[in-house]
């Protein structure tokens, strides 16, 4: 006798795919050639200062990865996380501000002698609520803590060896919040040249696709009645969002295959008897490329005001209520410096096009990257298939992998740093590939 399925449960998701691009990803990672880089970068003196830096900073800034992933604060409420990176930089004798650029969890320090080019090094530390540090913005953290206090050390002791500034930036709200990109718009990239962070994954990727991302409300308003007395007097709210949802869905055929639309009806109703007045869908607007994004914007606006037209209701369209996060733009040469130095530590970060690009998310670190040059390459902490997002990769994000993704993660910052600042060949390098990209564009205006 064949037994009913259980209907109160959903299905189990088929992995298939994500074992095809496993497969496929090892296959172009085999046919792809090892990084080089035609620049000399910093001597070998100065990085073998930064290697045994770190090893005297190790159990701190591991103890650090720690504690950030136990506190797991969400975006703009990061104030123990600051307090805990702060103190451990004050107990180096690393003097910061906090509380900058209008944020209160963000915090600053500086090294180097300031005579030459000023590179950030980009800290977050937010984590996703309920399920933490799914992302491993605690890795992203530590090893940027760890970078700075090598290179800071390397000061120290030969002020020579670190011309120019290297800026440790605490930003804070990244997770939905576009936290960097409110701090820009207050003038925290104002003076620095160059940018780079490092972010957790199932793979060592030196370069990979980040989405454009903005946020939308739509409104709808209708007409109350009673839906079975008097129907025909209303004007249903809920069947505009419905026709919205649907004409989002509609849309997908008709858009870039790397473009992402995805919604929920924040607001459906209240009651089944009344025909509903009022009715909101959030939506994320994804796609590749600025100039895609802002037109798959325009198509949506096109969608809500169609199904407001069908069914007699008003809508409201409200975009961006945080700052729209941009495409990250990545700056070749310093993905080829940071991958070099990662090749000596032994992973084989992989090249764009390699990992398949519809795995793929957003950060505001794509609004970082079209102001300045800048990088936000990949370090393994997880298995592949486990997705960022997940208590599974909250769990990943403290074991010794994670620890031994901050060692490597810190030298290959605090390197690619030191290889901009050093070399001026590279430097120039940098700045010519961002022009030839487009250059800087208007952020904070591009979608007016």
């Keep these: 006798m064949s037994r009913l399925p259980d209907f109160r449960t959903p299905t189990n998701p088929d992995d298939s795919y994500l074992d095809h691009i496993a497969h496929e990803t090892r296959v172009r990672a085999d046919q792809s050639a090892d990084w080089s880089s035609p620049f000399t970068g910093a001597p070998a003196t100065s990085l073998d200062v930064v290697t045994a830096s770190l090893r005297d900073v190790d159990e701190d800034v591991t103890a650090l990865a720690h504690t950030i992933h136990g506190l797991a604060e969400t975006a703009y409420e990061e104030h123990e996380s600051v307090a805990a990176i702060t103190a451990l930089l004050n107990n180096h004798g690393i003097s910061t501000e906090t509380g900058m650029f209008g944020v209160e969890t963000t915090f600053r320090a500086s090294t180097g002698n300031g005579q030459g080019r000023t590179i950030a090094i980009l800290a977050e530390y937010d984590a996703l609520p309920e399920i933490g540090h799914a992302c491993g913005h605690n890795v992203i953290a530590a090893s940027a803590v760890g970078a700075f206090l090598a290179l800071a050390k390397l000061h120290d002791k030969d002020p020579e060896a670190v ?51 903005r946020l939308l409300r739509v409104t709808f308003s209708g007409v109350a009645a009673h839906a079975s007395a008097q129907p025909f007097m209303g004007r249903n709210a809920l069947d505009a969002a419905n026709l919205f949802y649907q004409g989002l869905g509609l849309l997908r055929q008709q858009m870039p295959q790397i473009s992402r639309l995805h919604a929920v009806i924040a607001d459906g109703g209240t009651r089944p008897s009344i025909i509903t007045e009022s009715a909101t869908v959030q939506c994320y607007v994804r796609s590749k490329y600025p100039d895609t994004l ?66 793929a998310a957003s950060t505001d670190f794509g609004n970082v990257s079209y102001r300045i040059p800048g990088i936000h390459p990949l370090i393994k902490v997880a298995d592949s298939e486990v997705a960022l997002h997940t ?57 007016n």
């Excluded at 605490?170 to 925290?188: C, F, I, L, N, W």
């Excluded at 198509?299 to 495409?327: C, F, K, Q």
Aim: hydrophobic share 40%.
């Design 391 to 447: 208590r599974d990769f909250a769990d990943a994000a403290q074991t010794p992998e994670a620890e031994d993704a901050v060692r490597d993660a810190a030298f290959g910052l605090a390197a690619t740093a030191l290889d901009y600042l050093v070399d001026d060949a590279l430097a120039a390098e940098v700045s010519a590939d961002f022009e030839r990209d487009g250059g800087a564009i208007d952020v904070a205006d591009y979608f």
């Design 163 to 213: 011309p120019g500034t290297v800026v440790l930036l605490g930003t804070p709200a990244e997770e939905g919040h576009s936290g960097k990109e409110v701090m820009a718009r207050a003038g925290a990239f104002d003076g620095v040249d160059a940018a780079i962070m490092v972010h957790g994954y199932g793979y060592d990727c030196a370069e990979q696709v980040w989405l454009g991302r």
């Design 294 to 359: 802002k037109e798959l914007s325009d198509r949506v606006d096109d969608v809500a005001r169609g199904a407001a037209l069908m069914t007699g209701t008003g809508v409201d369209i409200d975009w961006d209520e945080h700052p729209p996060s941009l495409p990250v733009r990545t700056n070749s040469p310093l993905t080829a410096r940071w991958a070099e130095h990662e090749q000596a530590r032994g992973r084989t970060p992989l090249q764009g096009g390699v990992l398949d690009e519809s795995i």
